[in-house]
């Protein structure tokens, strides 16, 4: 068996924010962007995938209001 936390480095997966449908990066390693982020929330509605970074600052600023 291969352990994966020793398997090469992949490239982050592209993808395109569910909300405006902008590019952006997703590093599965757990170095992502969106780790960064102090706004932990909202996770993304049902049949959402990730949001880029502005969307999500915006659903998170609207969840606390």
């Known amino acids: 068996m291969t352990n994966p936390k ?3 480095l992949q490239e982050p997966r592209r993808l ?3 909300r405006c449908g902008t590019e952006f990066g997703c ?3 757990g170095s992502c962007w969106c780790a960064e982020e102090t706004a932990k929330l ?3 509605l ?3 995938d990730c949001l ?3 969307c999500l ?3 998170a600023a609207e969840a606390v209001s």
Do not use: H
């Open 46 to 48: 049902a049949g959402e």
């Open 16 to 18: 395109a924010c569910s």
């Open 42 to 44: 909202p996770m993304p």
């Open 27 to 29: 590093d599965l390693s």
């Open 52 to 54: 880029c970074r502005e």
């Open 57 to 59: 600052r915006k659903a």
């Open 6 to 8: 020793e398997s090469a």
